[in-house]
């Protein structure tokens, strides 16, 4: 697809369909509006009586127009109130309009929408990414791929000439998310911890990037006794990922961002049971798949951080050689785990990740993971949790992430919760009691931390979604990876 940033005025904009954004209580049209009506033979009125369209946020509404006219499609988009206007309202208004451009089936779209805060390059990376990501379509597994819309070709964006840059950030932060997405929605049987790593070693080749994968034996001689506990019932070899992007010249900062990436979990012999959501269990690799997606699109943008990209990637199976509930796992840090439950494998995984990450010596470390049920309770469908013990840090990803539509929400720490966890025979139990469960398990997390300021975020809720929902199409979402990207340029 192509944009293009142009200054003809909209009442003078030629091409198949025109759409325009109107905010709340701003739907009278004034000024070229009215010129531009004219020459659309009084469509605009029309369409907006006829709906009773009120520019509310997310409402849209199009048709076509005579055949003599210089546009044959116009659309409407609503951008709610004027004072509530964010990047992420004009970022679901292009995701509107993209949608149109797609039921009118038009190759070209001008689309006119109100800039953000005076910021014209934050408003148009917001639409180029909400307009990419409305229109992917994840097809890979439908056999009757031929029966596909024309597809829509060219944007014209009205008022932002001068703005390739912002277009250009748009479509690579999109391909990160997009990829994302596709690592999320594959299964169990395409996206394995041989596939993960060589998308891994992709990212390297396209971009220059180093690349270390660890060997189930390199893990073993590093003593990762928790994830390899994790991986040892599966006829499939665990793969240790490590990315790391290095700018030219000395780097402003560096940090890690470590993803939960379990390419299925089954709970292990605490099998997941009969309601549970075990087929939906592909997506515990989310936090791997954003991990990814922001490799990928920092690889493009190659800014003056230096970022490490982590997994300990593996499945969570069963079978006679899989960990007995009870069994004790030592972790490479040297601190013992009682198993009191196998589906509570995430934090094992990442215990031993978060142990290498910290012997890099960065600035802070991000993790992100599909760690538990107990988030989506607290949360729901669309917010991920968040806690860190350190408030600069969480209040500095927070601003970060505030523009990037992936919602957070900070969660307490609360230390003495951890006696939840106390074990008769080891260091600590793997699991607490069912009360605050979202908090216990990132008080494990905090285990294997010893100094380095620390986020960890849990997107067991935001990672998928069965409905469209703005520039989401149902699937995985990409979740994390627009903010992660936000707070490495930050
Ligand atoms: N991967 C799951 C968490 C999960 C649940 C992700 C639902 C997405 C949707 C995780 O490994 C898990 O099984 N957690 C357990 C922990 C429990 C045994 C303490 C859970 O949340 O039930
Ligand atoms: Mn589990
Ligand atoms: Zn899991």
């Not at 791997?288 to 997994?311: M, N």
């Not at 007995?324 to 589906?343: Q, V």
């Not at 142990?355 to 729901?380: M, N, P, Q, S």
């Not at 216990?440 to 979604?465: C, M, N």
Request: aromatic share 6%.
């Amino acid at each position: 697809m192509e944009f293009r940033g142009i200054d003809t005025p909209r009442a003078e904009w030629t091409g198949d369909c025109l759409v325009i954004g109107l905010f709340e209580d701003g739907v009278e049209l004034t000024g070229d509006l009215t010129t531009l009506d004219h020459k659309l033979a009084g469509t605009l009125q029309e369409i907006i009586s006829e709906a009773e369209f009120k520019g509310k946020a997310e409402s849209s509404i199009s048709a076509r127009v005579g055949s003599q006219s210089p546009v044959r499609k116009v659309g409407l988009v609503g951008l709610g109130k004027v004072e509530h206007l964010t990047p992420e309202t004009l970022r679901r208004a292009a995701a509107a309009a993209a949608r149109i451009a797609q039921k009118e089936r038009v190759k070209t779209l001008g689309l006119s929408l109100p800039t953000w805060n005076g910021n014209a390059a934050a408003s148009v990376q917001a639409v180029v990414e909400g307009i990419e990501l409305a229109l992917h379509q994840d097809t890979r597994f439908k056999s009757d791929s031929d029966e596909k819309p024309p597809k829509l070709e060219r944007v014209e964006l009205l008022g932002f000439a001068g703005q390739d840059a912002a277009i250009t950030k748009g479509q690579q932060i999109a391909l990160g998310v997009i990829l994302a997405r596709e690592l999320v929605s594959a299964p169990a049987n395409i996206v394995t911890p041989i596939t993960m790593a060589e998308t891994a070693a992709a990212i390297a080749n396209e971009y220059g990037m180093e690349l270390e994968i660890l060997e189930k034996e390199d893990c073993e001689k590093l003593g990762m006794g928790a994830f390899l506990g994790v991986a040892q019932a599966s006829d499939m070899p665990p793969k240790f990922i490590h990315l790391t992007y290095r700018p030219v010249g000395t780097p402003r900062k560096k940090v890690a961002i470590v993803g939960k990436g379990l390419t299925f979990d089954s709970g292990g012999l605490n099998i997941k049971g009969a309601g549970s959501g075990i087929e939906m269990m592909k997506t515990d690799m989310g936090g791997a798949a954003a991990t990814l997606g922001a490799a990928k699109a920092i690889g493009q943008l190659k800014p003056d951080v230096e970022v490490h990209f982590i997994s300990a990637v593996t499945e969570n199976m069963i079978s006679g050689h899989a960990i007995h509930p009870g069994d004790i796992l030592t972790a490479s840090n040297g601190k013992t785990i009682e198993i009191n439950n196998t589906d509570a494998e995430g934090r094992l995984t990442l215990a031993d990740a978060l142990v290498f990450t910290e012997k890099l010596g960065v600035d802070a470390i991000v993790d992100l993971a599909t760690l538990t049920g107990a988030c989506v309770v607290a949360l729901g469908d669309d917010i991920a949790g968040l806690w860190s013990p350190n408030d600069d840090l969480a209040n500095q990803f927070l601003e970060a992430a505030q523009h990037s539509g992936d919602k957070y929400w900070r969660m307490p720490m609360e230390e003495k919760y951890f006696e939840g966890m106390k074990s008769v025979v080891a260091d600590m139990k793997n699991t607490g009691p069912r009360p605050g469960g979202a908090i216990t398990a990132s008080l494990f997390l905090k285990q294997f931390v010893k100094e380095t300021p620390w986020i960890h975020l849990d997107i067991a809720g935001p990672v998928w979604t069965d409905k469209e929902n703005g520039y989401h199409n149902p699937g995985g979402t990409g979740f994390g990876v627009r903010s992660l990207v936000s707070w490495v340029l930050s």
